[in-house]
């Protein structure tokens, strides 16, 4: 199972800072220590480049980020400060996600360690996202001939609203986001299928609604790849989160999602996406979770 990270692109941020940019080093060290994967398989992406880009983003748009043409207020919206090498690391993110669906339709299963930029929309960023590589991936296999339609599983605690308005008028790309109700964004786009939970749901009313949904989703999508949203952020020490999943819930969450597409002979490509926990080496813990539930997946996954 090849996995693919882009920490090596780092970004100056002010102190104190709420994006943890330092989870992207230790998740990468841990999987390379962990000997959940060959380390061959742990591999860098390529850049996504302009014309990947502008099939999720307007030209205008694409010319704001890489200039840096962003007001104060827009800049407060997406959340992080731009420099040149903050987009360099956005489009590094997005082409991991490329490099992750292009893997996961060759074994079966592929993991980016990030990702999962779903508040990006067609013509402007939005919380700690640039660019909505979920959508950008989806449409780049799409226009390779690789697959066809497309099923997003949004796990992340917020709701995926960029990638619901991307995909609003394309019937090849089925959303479905199980989010925290009142969690961010505060407007939200309709996907597909939305459940929205409570504050506080729990581990069983949550892999409840999320077995029916997946049910739901995966029989309305009729894809040829999932993408795996596997936001660590629903986790009840998250500190942006509003659920109350333990570490123990979020295995059995990735575990169904994983056995799902699996019955369904559907490829997954997942993105680590959020997780903001009061202590990182939790984070750390679950998206590691994740990449070594992906793991033992592949091992069983019809090709």
Known sequence: MK???????????PRRHR?????????REAVATSGVIPPRDLLPPALATDEQLLRAHSPDYLSQVVNGQFTRREIARIGLPWSPELVDRA????????ATCRAALQDGVSVNLGGGTHHA??????????????????????????AQRVVILDCDVHQGNGTAALAADDPTIFTLSIHSASNFPLHKAPSDLDIGLADGTGD??????????????????????????????????????????SKAGLAQRDRLVFQFCRRAS??????????????????????????????????????
Not at 19 to 27: C, G, I
Not at 91 to 98: K, N
Not at 227 to 238: F, I, L, N
Not at 271 to 280: D, E, N, P
Request: contains cysteine.
């Open 19 to 27: 994006f943890p940019r330092q989870k992207f080093v230790l998740l």
């Open 266 to 303: 559907i490829p997954v490509a997942t993105s680590t996406a959020g997780g903001y926990g009061r202590h990182i080496q939790d984070t750390v813990d679950i998206h590691l979770q994740t990449v070594g539930i992906a793991a033992e997946m592949a091992q069983k996954w019809p090709v």
């Open 204 to 245: 069983a009313a949550y892999l409840k609604a999320l077995e029916a949904g997946l049910e739901q989703a995966l029989g309305r999508a009729q894809a040829d790849l999932a993408v795996y949203v596997a936001g660590a952020d629903p986790y009840e020490d998250d500190l942006l989160g509003h659920l109350a999943l």
């Open 91 to 98: 489009r590094c993110g997005v082409g991991g996600a490329i």
């Open 121 to 146: 929309s067609r013509d402007r960023g939005q919380g700690f996202c640039l660019f909505n590589d979920i959508i950008v991936a989806a449409r780049t296999v799409q226009a390779e001939g690789l």
């Open 3 to 13: 996995v693919f990270y882009c920490d090596h692109f780092d970004f100056p941020l």
